[in-house]
């Protein structure tokens, strides 16, 4: 990034951050349509039943705790692959 003009840093940062953008929006609606397939199954109230709130809850804790794994073990093989000088597909 170095060898670029500003102009070309800041469009490039702005293809990133709206790259980044939609990864979340897509990871975030397909957390919301698993949770809601797997815990959502009455549909004559407009509320949650406690059941399915609990069901909900879970569901989100488990995603987000194992997004947060996954993304600590690519952050460990990352630095362990920097330190032995590997790129990815060499």
């Known amino acids: 990034m170095d060898n670029l003009n500003p102009n070309e840093q800041r ?3 702005a293809r990133l951050e ?3 953008m939609k990864e979340f929006m897509t990871m975030y609606g397909k957390l919301v349509q698993r949770c ?3 815990c959502v199954n009455d549909f004559t109230t407009k ?3 406690a059941r ?3 069901c909900v809850l ?3 804790d488990k995603f ?3 997004s947060e794994r996954l993304g600590q073990r690519w952050q460990e093989q990352n630095a362990a692959m920097m330190q032995t000088n590997q790129l990815p597909g060499r």
């Open 11 to 13: 469009e490039l940062q």
């Open 18 to 20: 709206k790259r980044q």
């Open 36 to 38: 809601f397939d797997d």
């Open 47 to 49: 509320t949650l039943h």
């Open 52 to 54: 399915e709130e609990g």
């Open 58 to 60: 879970r569901c989100v």
């Open 64 to 66: 987000l705790k194992g």
